[in-house]
Protein backbone atom coordinates (compact mmCIF):
# COMPACT_ATOMS: atom_id res chain seq x y z
CA UNK A 1 0.00 0.00 0.00
CA UNK A 2 1.67 3.36 -0.81
CA UNK A 3 1.54 5.75 1.72
CA UNK A 4 -0.44 8.62 1.58
CA UNK A 5 -0.09 12.31 0.37
CA UNK A 6 -0.05 15.21 2.83
CA UNK A 7 -3.40 16.78 2.41
CA UNK A 8 -1.94 19.55 0.26
CA UNK A 9 -0.88 17.64 -2.32
CA UNK A 10 -2.90 16.54 -5.05
CA UNK A 11 -1.30 12.80 -5.64
CA UNK A 12 -0.81 13.15 -9.08
CA UNK A 13 1.60 16.13 -11.41
CA UNK A 14 -0.87 18.77 -11.49
CA UNK A 15 1.53 21.32 -13.87
CA UNK A 16 1.64 17.87 -16.39
CA UNK A 17 -2.40 17.93 -15.95
CA UNK A 18 -2.65 21.60 -16.62
CA UNK A 19 -0.29 21.68 -19.59
CA UNK A 20 -2.47 18.18 -20.91
CA UNK A 21 -5.82 20.93 -20.45
CA UNK A 22 -4.37 24.14 -21.99
CA UNK A 23 -2.96 21.68 -25.21
CA UNK A 24 -6.41 20.57 -25.68
CA UNK A 25 -7.87 23.87 -25.04
CA UNK A 26 -5.08 25.52 -27.70
CA UNK A 27 -6.03 23.07 -30.17
CA UNK A 28 -9.92 24.43 -30.53
CA UNK A 29 -9.20 28.05 -30.26
CA UNK A 30 -9.07 30.03 -33.76
CA UNK A 31 -7.47 33.10 -34.47
CA UNK A 32 -10.79 34.31 -36.17
CA UNK A 33 -12.59 33.69 -32.97
CA UNK A 34 -16.63 34.46 -33.39
CA UNK A 35 -15.78 35.89 -37.09
CA UNK A 36 -15.97 31.65 -38.36
CA UNK A 37 -19.40 31.94 -38.36
CA UNK A 38 -21.78 33.49 -41.00
CA UNK A 39 -23.96 35.95 -39.50
CA UNK A 40 -28.03 34.70 -39.66
CA UNK A 41 -28.67 37.67 -42.40
CA UNK A 42 -29.28 37.20 -46.13
CA UNK A 43 -29.51 33.81 -47.42
CA UNK A 44 -29.36 32.95 -43.64
CA UNK A 45 -32.00 35.20 -42.59
CA UNK A 46 -34.89 32.51 -42.05
CA UNK A 47 -32.48 31.19 -39.18
CA UNK A 48 -34.15 33.82 -37.17
CA UNK A 49 -37.53 33.36 -37.88
CA UNK A 50 -38.87 31.88 -34.67
CA UNK A 51 -41.23 28.41 -35.60
CA UNK A 52 -42.71 28.47 -31.87
CA UNK A 53 -43.93 32.26 -31.52
CA UNK A 54 -47.22 34.08 -32.45
CA UNK A 55 -46.36 35.65 -35.86
CA UNK A 56 -49.16 37.98 -35.49
CA UNK A 57 -48.48 39.11 -31.74
CA UNK A 58 -47.86 42.70 -31.49
CA UNK A 59 -48.30 45.25 -28.23
CA UNK A 60 -48.12 49.10 -27.49
CA UNK A 61 -44.64 49.78 -27.14
CA UNK A 62 -43.83 50.53 -22.97
CA UNK A 63 -42.27 53.82 -21.55
CA UNK A 64 -42.31 52.66 -17.82
CA UNK A 65 -39.80 51.76 -15.01
CA UNK A 66 -39.26 48.35 -13.31
CA UNK A 67 -36.91 48.03 -10.23
CA UNK A 68 -34.75 45.50 -12.26
CA UNK A 69 -34.55 44.76 -16.17
CA UNK A 70 -33.28 41.19 -17.09
CA UNK A 71 -32.79 40.57 -20.62
CA UNK A 72 -32.99 37.00 -21.30
CA UNK A 73 -35.01 33.86 -20.05
CA UNK A 74 -32.70 31.14 -20.09
CA UNK A 75 -31.28 29.65 -16.76
CA UNK A 76 -29.89 32.76 -16.46
CA UNK A 77 -32.11 34.89 -16.24
CA UNK A 78 -34.46 32.93 -14.97
CA UNK A 79 -31.92 32.24 -12.08
CA UNK A 80 -31.33 35.99 -11.32
CA UNK A 81 -35.37 36.65 -11.58
CA UNK A 82 -35.65 33.26 -8.84
CA UNK A 83 -33.04 35.04 -6.60
CA UNK A 84 -34.29 38.54 -6.95
CA UNK A 85 -37.35 37.12 -6.03
CA UNK A 86 -35.88 35.39 -2.97
CA UNK A 87 -34.80 38.70 -1.88
CA UNK A 88 -38.10 40.32 -1.80
CA UNK A 89 -38.38 42.28 -5.20
CA UNK A 90 -41.10 42.20 -6.46
CA UNK A 91 -40.93 44.56 -9.85
CA UNK A 92 -38.88 42.38 -12.14
CA UNK A 93 -39.15 42.42 -16.05
CA UNK A 94 -37.40 40.06 -18.07
CA UNK A 95 -37.12 40.16 -21.95
CA UNK A 96 -36.87 37.34 -23.82
CA UNK A 97 -36.31 37.48 -27.75
CA UNK A 98 -38.11 33.90 -28.04
CA UNK A 99 -41.80 33.35 -27.19
CA UNK A 100 -41.43 31.78 -23.92
CA UNK A 101 -38.48 31.22 -20.81
CA UNK A 102 -36.16 28.69 -21.56
CA UNK A 103 -33.38 30.18 -23.65
CA UNK A 104 -31.68 27.03 -25.22
CA UNK A 105 -34.26 24.69 -24.36
CA UNK A 106 -36.93 26.83 -26.20
CA UNK A 107 -34.55 27.20 -29.40
CA UNK A 108 -33.22 24.33 -29.53
CA UNK A 109 -35.50 21.24 -30.16
CA UNK A 110 -34.01 19.00 -32.65
CA UNK A 111 -34.32 15.28 -32.12
CA UNK A 112 -31.95 13.23 -29.51
CA UNK A 113 -31.12 16.87 -27.83
CA UNK A 114 -30.47 15.93 -24.22
CA UNK A 115 -28.66 17.69 -21.35
CA UNK A 116 -24.50 16.22 -20.86
CA UNK A 117 -24.70 16.67 -17.17
CA UNK A 118 -27.03 15.06 -15.51
CA UNK A 119 -29.59 15.87 -14.65
CA UNK A 120 -29.67 16.37 -10.86
CA UNK A 121 -26.97 18.66 -11.22
CA UNK A 122 -27.96 20.21 -14.39
CA UNK A 123 -31.14 21.30 -13.68
CA UNK A 124 -31.17 24.55 -11.25
CA UNK A 125 -34.19 24.75 -8.54
CA UNK A 126 -35.20 21.59 -8.59
CA UNK A 127 -36.53 21.67 -4.61
CA UNK A 128 -37.43 24.87 -5.42
CA UNK A 129 -40.10 23.55 -7.90
CA UNK A 130 -40.44 20.24 -6.09
CA UNK A 131 -39.61 18.37 -9.26
CA UNK A 132 -37.59 15.31 -9.60
CA UNK A 133 -35.74 14.26 -12.98
CA UNK A 134 -37.39 11.80 -14.98
CA UNK A 135 -34.09 11.29 -17.14
CA UNK A 136 -30.64 10.53 -15.69
CA UNK A 137 -29.75 13.08 -18.68
CA UNK A 138 -32.80 15.11 -19.43
CA UNK A 139 -34.35 15.40 -22.95
CA UNK A 140 -34.55 19.16 -23.98
CA UNK A 141 -38.26 19.17 -23.69
CA UNK A 142 -37.96 18.10 -20.08
CA UNK A 143 -35.81 20.85 -19.05
CA UNK A 144 -37.72 23.52 -21.23
CA UNK A 145 -40.44 22.70 -19.30
CA UNK A 146 -38.74 22.85 -16.06
CA UNK A 147 -37.81 26.47 -16.90
CA UNK A 148 -41.11 27.13 -17.64
CA UNK A 149 -42.08 25.87 -14.08
CA UNK A 150 -39.63 27.78 -12.47
CA UNK A 151 -40.78 30.56 -14.19
CA UNK A 152 -44.22 30.14 -12.78
CA UNK A 153 -43.36 29.08 -9.79
CA UNK A 154 -41.56 32.65 -9.48
CA UNK A 155 -43.86 34.87 -10.91
CA UNK A 156 -41.49 35.49 -13.67
CA UNK A 157 -44.34 35.69 -16.05
CA UNK A 158 -45.85 38.78 -14.61
CA UNK A 159 -44.21 41.42 -16.29
CA UNK A 160 -42.13 39.51 -19.12
CA UNK A 161 -41.45 40.94 -22.24
CA UNK A 162 -41.79 37.90 -25.11
CA UNK A 163 -40.75 38.41 -28.67
CA UNK A 164 -38.97 41.31 -27.78
CA UNK A 165 -35.23 42.01 -28.50
CA UNK A 166 -33.70 44.67 -26.10
CA UNK A 167 -31.61 46.51 -29.17
CA UNK A 168 -29.88 49.43 -26.73
CA UNK A 169 -28.68 49.36 -22.91
CA UNK A 170 -27.69 52.46 -21.36
CA UNK A 171 -26.75 53.95 -18.31
CA UNK A 172 -28.53 57.37 -17.35
CA UNK A 173 -25.69 59.22 -15.23
CA UNK A 174 -28.61 62.09 -14.90
CA UNK A 175 -31.21 59.32 -13.41
CA UNK A 176 -29.36 56.79 -12.01
CA UNK A 177 -30.97 54.55 -13.66
CA UNK A 178 -30.79 51.95 -17.05
CA UNK A 179 -32.58 53.10 -20.46
CA UNK A 180 -33.76 49.86 -22.41
CA UNK A 181 -34.90 50.48 -25.95
CA UNK A 182 -36.44 47.16 -28.09
CA UNK A 183 -37.16 46.47 -31.52
CA UNK A 184 -41.14 47.05 -30.19
CA UNK A 185 -40.59 50.59 -30.06
CA UNK A 186 -40.03 50.35 -26.13
CA UNK A 187 -38.18 52.68 -23.94
CA UNK A 188 -38.04 51.45 -20.54
CA UNK A 189 -35.94 52.34 -17.36
CA UNK A 190 -34.77 50.37 -14.82
CA UNK A 191 -32.84 50.75 -11.32
CA UNK A 192 -31.53 47.78 -11.98
CA UNK A 193 -30.21 45.64 -15.10
CA UNK A 194 -28.92 41.73 -15.51
CA UNK A 195 -28.03 40.77 -19.09
CA UNK A 196 -28.32 37.57 -19.43
CA UNK A 197 -28.33 37.08 -23.26
CA UNK A 198 -25.80 34.27 -23.81
CA UNK A 199 -27.22 32.93 -27.05
CA UNK A 200 -26.57 29.33 -27.01
CA UNK A 201 -29.51 28.98 -28.52
CA UNK A 202 -29.43 31.73 -31.41
CA UNK A 203 -28.37 30.07 -34.55
CA UNK A 204 -25.62 30.28 -36.37
CA UNK A 205 -24.68 29.47 -40.15
CA UNK A 206 -21.94 27.29 -40.26
CA UNK A 207 -19.23 28.49 -42.87
CA UNK A 208 -18.57 25.01 -43.97
CA UNK A 209 -22.00 24.49 -44.90
CA UNK A 210 -22.18 27.56 -47.92
CA UNK A 211 -24.99 25.68 -49.79
CA UNK A 212 -27.47 26.61 -47.73
CA UNK A 213 -28.53 23.15 -47.04
CA UNK A 214 -28.40 23.72 -43.02
CA UNK A 215 -31.34 23.76 -40.69
CA UNK A 216 -32.47 25.64 -38.09
CA UNK A 217 -31.98 23.91 -34.35
CA UNK A 218 -35.64 24.70 -33.95
CA UNK A 219 -37.32 23.81 -37.13
CA UNK A 220 -38.69 20.27 -35.55
CA UNK A 221 -42.32 20.17 -34.64
CA UNK A 222 -42.48 19.03 -30.60
CA UNK A 223 -42.77 15.84 -30.21
CA UNK A 224 -41.41 14.73 -33.36
CA UNK A 225 -38.86 12.31 -31.57
CA UNK A 226 -39.89 9.10 -30.28
CA UNK A 227 -37.18 9.92 -27.50
CA UNK A 228 -38.99 12.34 -25.61
CA UNK A 229 -41.35 10.25 -23.76
CA UNK A 230 -40.10 9.77 -20.80
CA UNK A 231 -39.16 6.56 -19.69
CA UNK A 232 -41.76 4.92 -16.80
CA UNK A 233 -38.88 4.71 -13.86
CA UNK A 234 -35.78 6.95 -13.73
CA UNK A 235 -32.29 6.13 -14.98
C1 LIG B 1 -27.82 21.21 -27.20
C2 LIG B 1 -27.24 21.86 -25.98
C3 LIG B 1 -26.99 21.07 -24.86
C4 LIG B 1 -26.45 21.65 -23.71
N1 LIG B 1 -26.20 20.85 -22.64
C5 LIG B 1 -25.64 21.38 -21.54
C6 LIG B 1 -25.34 20.56 -20.40
O1 LIG B 1 -25.59 19.35 -20.38
N2 LIG B 1 -24.74 21.15 -19.35
C7 LIG B 1 -24.43 22.49 -19.34
O2 LIG B 1 -23.87 22.96 -18.35
N3 LIG B 1 -24.73 23.27 -20.39
C8 LIG B 1 -25.32 22.77 -21.47
N4 LIG B 1 -25.61 23.56 -22.55
C9 LIG B 1 -25.30 24.99 -22.47
C10 LIG B 1 -26.58 25.78 -22.16
O3 LIG B 1 -26.70 26.75 -23.15
C11 LIG B 1 -26.45 26.40 -20.78
O4 LIG B 1 -26.40 25.34 -19.82
C12 LIG B 1 -27.60 27.30 -20.36
O5 LIG B 1 -28.85 26.81 -20.77
C13 LIG B 1 -27.37 28.72 -20.88
O6 LIG B 1 -28.31 29.55 -20.25
P1 LIG B 1 -28.21 31.11 -20.44
O7 LIG B 1 -29.39 31.71 -19.77
O8 LIG B 1 -26.88 31.59 -20.03
O9 LIG B 1 -28.27 31.37 -22.03
P2 LIG B 1 -29.40 30.96 -23.06
O10 LIG B 1 -30.08 29.72 -22.69
O11 LIG B 1 -28.75 31.05 -24.41
O12 LIG B 1 -30.46 32.13 -22.91
C14 LIG B 1 -30.19 33.41 -23.36
C15 LIG B 1 -31.50 33.99 -23.85
O13 LIG B 1 -31.31 35.39 -24.11
C16 LIG B 1 -32.10 35.73 -25.21
N5 LIG B 1 -31.53 36.93 -25.80
C17 LIG B 1 -30.30 37.07 -26.35
N6 LIG B 1 -30.11 38.35 -26.74
C18 LIG B 1 -31.25 39.01 -26.41
C19 LIG B 1 -31.67 40.36 -26.56
N7 LIG B 1 -30.85 41.29 -27.09
N8 LIG B 1 -32.90 40.70 -26.15
C20 LIG B 1 -33.73 39.77 -25.59
N9 LIG B 1 -33.38 38.47 -25.42
C21 LIG B 1 -32.15 38.10 -25.82
C22 LIG B 1 -32.02 34.54 -26.13
O14 LIG B 1 -33.16 34.49 -26.99
C23 LIG B 1 -32.00 33.39 -25.14
O15 LIG B 1 -33.30 32.86 -24.94
C24 LIG B 1 -26.14 23.02 -23.70
C25 LIG B 1 -26.39 23.80 -24.83
C26 LIG B 1 -26.95 23.24 -25.95
C27 LIG B 1 -27.18 24.10 -27.16
Redesign the pocket.
Known amino acids: MSAPHPAHEPGFDLEALREKYRVERDRRIRPDGSRQYRRTTGEFGYFEEDPYADRDFSREPLHDRVEVLI???????LLAGTRLRQAGVRSIRV????GDF???????RYPG?H???ESYI?MPLLEEVDYVPRWKYAP?EEIRQHARAIATRFGLYDDVCFQ????ELRWDEAESGWLIATDRGDHMRARYAST???????PTASPSDPTGGCTSPSSWPAGSAPWIRPPETST
Open positions: IGGGFGGIEKGGGTWYWNICDIYGTLATRPTGCGV
